[in-house]
């Protein structure tokens, strides 16, 4: 179970929590890859905390309504990706929350279900090794726009840049 800073479990020790470590049955007490758990931990508690934070950022710009929209990290030099939990309110978000699935997109630890939009996300990964991160957003003005059915017209040199040819 996840928990806020100050609020009664905050701070719970490691052993209870199993997902610590990617712990594959097995494995010889190593993480995913024959990673040791004591390295792979605080890469792990690193990138969850940044996903967590960057969601927060979404909300502050306006970018996301309800449970819509995502963001998920490439976990450096892991096979791994972290993703927003699927259906949970950005309040009530936490590190603990965020799921680590593999480069197939299934998850490897979380207790909560990882976005609709995880298998987009690992693709994306696995067909651009460059990418560090995935931003899904439904801005209000894209939304609306996309509803329309209509195509982005080229008012702007920076559209023309970006998806007219040359």
Request: charged share 20%.
């Amino acid at each position: 179970m996840a928990h806020r800073p100050g609020s009664p479990g905050a701070g719970r020790a490691r052993a209870e929590r199993p997902e610590r470590g990617l712990r594959v049955s097995g494995d010889g007490g190593h993480g995913r890859g024959g990673v040791p758990d004591q390295v792979l931990d605080p890469v792990l508690d690193r990138v969850r905390a940044e996903v967590c934070a960057l969601h927060a950022e979404l909300v502050r710009y306006g970018l996301v309504a309800w449970t819509s929209g995502n963001v998920s990290a490439r976990v450096p030099g892991h096979e791994l990706i972290v993703i927003k939990p699927s259906g949970v309110a950005y309040d009530d978000l936490t590190p603990e929350s965020m799921v680590v699935c593999d480069a197939a997109g299934h998850r490897v630890a979380g207790s909560l279900n990882p976005s609709s939009d995880t298998a987009a996300h690992a693709y994306i990964y696995r067909q651009m090794p460059g990418v560090g991160g995935v931003v899904h957003t439904h801005s209000a003005y894209a939304t609306a726009w996309a509803a329309r059915g209509e195509p982005i017209p080229c008012v702007l040199t920076a559209i023309a840049d970006e998806w007219w040819p040359r």
